[in-house]
């Protein structure tokens, strides 16, 4: 597999404009969201909500690219239609989550490592004949008492290196997500320091297992106040946050950095990206892979009746796209 092609992947996963939609929650985290409208956890369920998303009419026209979870991958609409193809025919790349969820770290209370590093070379041959042309791997980091040690943020930088040069090995389209959670009371400038302290970590990381930048992209949280924190930020104080750190800490010769939702509300997770976008040029595109801030109002409407209000869903998730769309150009307006 040439690093041309994992680059022009890469770039198309930012083209102008574009971002993409995480749709790959695991069974567990689907149920909760499931549980939260009333609507049961079975595969069927499971496949039908996934089959309204990905059939939004025009989807490709704002989205480049959905992250997808090994069931989802498998599946097809109830026509009989796989859904990669379904996404190929509307211009959206198939991606999908290989890691194998956060467990805690021993030695390390309060702390967690993502597993899933065993088998994935053979995982990943598959969901390239599968049609995924990028893959997620989600490292989280809590913010807390003396936490993050600097021992949790090498181990999971480690982790997301191996996967990323797996990946790579493989044809396959990196993202590497370190999250930086939003729980706690913690300070926006504590979430700035440890933000930039993983991604130098992350950096050095991939370096070491040489993995080509030019083909991979960054799955970034944004730089925020706890949820806890009384002090509250403005949507410019953490565009400009945001920036600074990244500037500090990521290469311009990486193709594009997305950003996760992590719990911010829609309208939050969209104007932060836009006040990002309007300041000024950066070395990346800057643009979202936003799993809840894209597809919750959808799914309550789905939830209400999932075969009647397909269509009304549906509405949801194009309005969403474009919204998040014209952030990503710096052109958003409430
Ligand atoms: P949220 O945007 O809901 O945080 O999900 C994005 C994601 O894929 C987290 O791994």
Redesign the pocket.
Known sequence: MSIEQLEDTAKAMVAAGKGII?I?ESTGTIKKRFDGVGVECTEENRRAYREMLLTTPGLGEHISGA?LYDETLRQKTADGVPFTEVMTRAGVIPGI?VDLSTHPLAGCPGEVVTEGLDGLRARLKEYYQLGARFA?W?AVINIGDDIPTGTAIEANCHALARYASLCQEQGIVPMV?P?VLMDGDHDIDTCFEVTEVVLRSLFGALFDFNVSLEGTIL?ASMVLPGKDCAEKASVEEVAEATLRCLKASVPASLPGIV?????QSDED?TAHLDAMNRMGTHPWPLSF???????SAALKIWAKDPKANVAEAQKTVAQRARENGLAALGQWSK
């Open positions: 995480a790959d992250i989550k997620k989600r997500e999250e799955k950003f996760l939702s992590g719990g997770a892979s936003y799993g809840r801030a894209m597809q």
